[in-house]
């Protein structure tokens, strides 16, 4: 599913390792979430309890998350292991991007 450049290049490689289960199940998912913003919107602009807001944004948050879960163990799988198997300044570049993303995923 990961057509993620390596560490240092700008261009995507080849899709190496494509789901196109993870593919679809994620669209899926990026779709449902959408929908859950505009239903967020259409909340706001209806002046709904704030309370039944926030528990929306709540749903909408963990499902984002699940979707960063799913495509993290992904790059982990393909790309990072492709790049570390590559060696040398690949695999090094690869553990800081890997550092970067799990201190950025975790906020």
Known sequence: ?????????????????????IKERNGKRLRRIEG???????????????????TQISSVQEALRSVGRELMRNHLKHCAASAIRAGDDEAEAMYDELVDLIYKHNR
């Open 1 to 21: 599913m990961c057509s993620c450049p390596l560490p240092g290049e700008t261009t995507p490689r080849k899709a190496r390792g494509v789901d196109p289960d």
């Open 36 to 54: 859950q913003i505009r239903g967020l919107q259409k909340m706001v602009e209806e002046d709904r309890y704030c309370a039944d807001i926030l």
